[in-house]
């Protein structure tokens, strides 16, 4: 084991290019709501990283290795839900209704302006 004492202290040596994983990106590994990533490294069961005392990080290889081991049991796992073609237009014009708007408004300036 590589690392470090000072003091009588032993500390293990960190990979700075060992990239660490937020909650989110673990909640979409394993199918679970982020809030089930947090309890579940607040109870120690998933290994978790304390980033400047409040944000957690976990290391991508412990998380696929639970993942294939699946040695945790899961309250819920995310279901993909199909949504129809009419629910699919009726959000696209939800979420984009300012920018359809706008365009036919440009369109209509440009065809009067043109026009004459």
Known sequence: MEGLFIFGTFFKRYDVTEKLITVRDVSQILGITEQEVIELAEQGAIPAYKIAGT???FKRDQINRI???????FKTR?????YSSF??????IYFND??????ILIVFML???LKT
């Open 55 to 57: 944000h957690l990080r």
């Open 67 to 73: 993942k294939q081991q699946d040695k945790i049991e």
């Open 78 to 82: 995310t279901r993909h839900i199909k």
């Open 87 to 92: 629910e699919r237009i009726t959000d696209f």
């Open 98 to 103: 300012f920018y359809i708007a706008s365009s």
């Open 111 to 113: 065809w009067i302006i």
